[in-house]
């Protein structure tokens, strides 16, 4: 097998792998790798699939900008999940190696525009909902604001990925033992070809924009952003006592919001960078071993399944559309919520009524959640 990419020769001696024999020994189980892919891979999946076909099926969640834009976040974290996931999983459970460049180049790609695209639709639904409570007073985002938006997110996220093209391929690791059996030494070679960085000058600089691009800068807007959100909702006026609890309960989202971004990416973007910029390693096991590595990914994979519930979830529409598509699910719960039908609920009903004294609050409320 001929791979052209890159070739790396080693010769160890034996003390060295006694201390990869320290590595391994704190090394992820592959059972526990495998468990918590396939979860949360189940998970990203069945709530973006969801959200998706929600916002399809109900012609109510369609006419919003802002649902527009979480069905973007949605395809760019099933992106994730379907591409990535099950390549981190073979890559850190089994060590699978792979002498496909294409394969390799277009997963690295795909995972990283799926990255791109998540940070840049959530810095939508940020100026969105920025506008709605900020700025009550000028027109809303249309649909073809919103399909425009969506369109310069994924030009943006699907060019700034072509970078992995020149930093990616794949890597031939060939290593050489030596072992003393009383007066002879025995030369043992291993050869592995596997998915790795190729151009690591190059990859030190994608590493700071990488960090700038889709963490440091977008994190400064969203925190502007809700800050301006939650002071602009702390000084209005409630004049009920269920206007200040809608106010309390949109200041705990909006807060939520920029929490878990900044707390889920964060280890990525730090590992990522150490390991891009730290020429001679410290000899500590831990530090070698995949565990920092594997940890750093399955946070970042918990924002993909915290979306759909934080952005779909806890809005009203989304919920009765999710009662539809799963009347099961109370029933089980022994909920007093039944499928909808053509009639109203009483509760429906009620909240019909209401709609008419609706404090700007609890409007501004529906709009966040």
Same mark, same amino acid.
């Given at each position: 097998?001929?791979?052209?990419?890159?070739?790396?020769?080693?010769?160890?001696?034996?003390?060295?792998?006694?201390?990869?024999?320290?590595?391994?020994?704190?090394?992820?189980?592959?059972?526990?790798?495998?468990?918590?892919?396939?979860?949360?891979?189940?998970?990203?999946?069945?709530?973006?699939?969801?959200?998706?076909?929600?916002?399809?099926?109900?012609?109510?969640?369609?006419?919003?900008?802002?649902?527009?834009?979480?069905?973007?976040?949605?395809?760019?974290?099933?992106?994730?999940?379907?591409?990535?996931?099950?390549?981190?999983?073979?890559?850190?459970?089994?060590?699978?190696?792979?002498?496909? *460049? $294409?394969?390799? +180049?277009?997963?690295?790609?795909?995972?990283?525009? @799926?990255?791109?695209?998540?940070? &840049?639709?959530? =810095?939508?639904?940020?100026?969105?909902?920025?506008?709605?409570?900020?700025?009550?007073?000028?027109?809303?985002?249309?649909?073809?604001?919103?399909?425009?938006?969506?369109?310069?997110?994924?030009?943006?996220?699907?060019?700034?990925?072509?970078?992995?093209?020149?930093?990616?391929?794949?890597?031939?690791?060939?290593?050489?033992?030596?072992?003393?059996?009383?007066?002879?030494?025995?030369?043992?070679?291993?050869?592995?070809?596997?998915?790795?960085?190729?151009?690591?000058?190059?990859?030190?600089?994608?590493?700071?924009?990488?960090?700038?691009?889709?963490?440091?800068?977008?994190?400064?807007?969203?925190?502007?952003?809700?800050?301006?959100?939650?002071?602009?909702?702390?000084?209005? *006026? $409630?004049?009920? +006592?269920?206007?200040?609890?809608?106010?309390?309960? @949109?200041?705990?989202?909006?807060? &939520?919001?920029? =929490?878990?971004?900044?707390?889920?990416?964060?280890?990525?973007?730090?590992?990522?960078?150490?390991?891009?910029?730290?020429?001679?390693?410290?000899?500590?096991?831990?530090?070698?071993?995949?565990?920092?590595?594997?940890?750093?990914?399955?946070?970042?994979?918990?924002?993909?399944?915290?979306?759909?519930?934080?952005?779909?979830?806890?809005?009203?529409?989304?919920?009765?559309?999710?009662?539809?598509?799963?009347?099961?699910?109370?029933?089980?719960?022994?909920?007093?919520?039944?499928?909808?039908?053509?009639?109203?609920?009483?509760?429906?009903?009620?909240?019909?009524?209401?709609?008419?004294?609706?404090?700007?609050?609890?409007?501004?409320?529906?709009?966040?959640?």
């Amino acid at each position: 097998m001929s791979v052209n990419d890159s070739n790396f020769d080693f010769e160890y001696s034996f003390d060295y792998y006694a201390f990869l024999e320290e590595v391994y020994a704190f090394d992820t189980p592959p059972e526990v790798t495998v468990s918590l892919g396939v979860l949360f891979m189940f998970l990203i999946i069945a709530g973006n699939l969801w959200v998706i076909i929600a916002v399809f099926r109900q012609p109510k969640l369609r006419k919003t900008a802002t649902n527009i834009f979480i069905v973007s976040l949605s395809v760019s974290d099933l992106l994730l999940a379907v591409v990535f996931v099950p390549f981190h999983i073979g890559a850190f459970a089994y060590g699978m190696e792979t002498s496909n *460049k $294409a394969v390799c +180049n277009i997963t690295a790609y795909l995972h990283w525009a @799926a990255q791109c695209g998540t940070t &840049f639709s959530l =810095l939508c639904i940020g100026v969105d909902r920025f506008r709605a409570i900020v700025q009550p007073l000028r027109p809303k985002l249309t649909l073809q604001h919103a399909a425009i938006g969506c369109v310069l997110v994924w030009v943006c996220a699907l060019g700034y990925s072509c970078g992995k093209f020149a930093t990616v391929g794949i890597v031939s690791r060939n290593d050489t033992i030596y072992i003393e059996q009383g007066n002879d030494t025995i030369t043992a070679h291993s050869m592995y070809h596997f998915c790795y960085v190729t151009d690591f000058e190059v990859d030190k600089i994608l590493r700071i924009f990488d960090f700038l691009v889709m963490y440091a800068i977008p994190l400064v807007i969203l925190a502007t952003l809700y800050s301006i959100m939650v002071f602009t909702l702390w000084f209005s *006026k $409630a004049p009920t +006592n269920s206007g200040n609890r809608s106010k309390r309960k @949109a200041i705990k989202m909006l807060s &939520f919001v920029v =929490l878990q971004f900044a707390i889920t990416w964060l280890p990525i973007n730090v590992i990522q960078m150490y390991y891009a910029w730290t020429v001679d390693f410290p000899l500590n096991p831990f530090l070698w071993s995949i565990v920092p590595s594997n940890l750093c990914v399955f946070i970042l994979m918990c924002n993909s399944w915290i979306n759909p519930i934080l952005y779909a979830y806890f809005n009203e529409s989304f919920r009765k559309e999710f009662r539809k598509l799963f009347p099961c699910f109370y029933k089980c719960k022994g909920s007093k919520v039944s499928a909808e039908g053509s009639s109203m609920t009483g509760d429906d009903a009620n909240s019909t009524t209401r709609a008419g004294g609706r404090t700007g609050v609890s409007m501004i409320s529906s709009t966040v959640t």
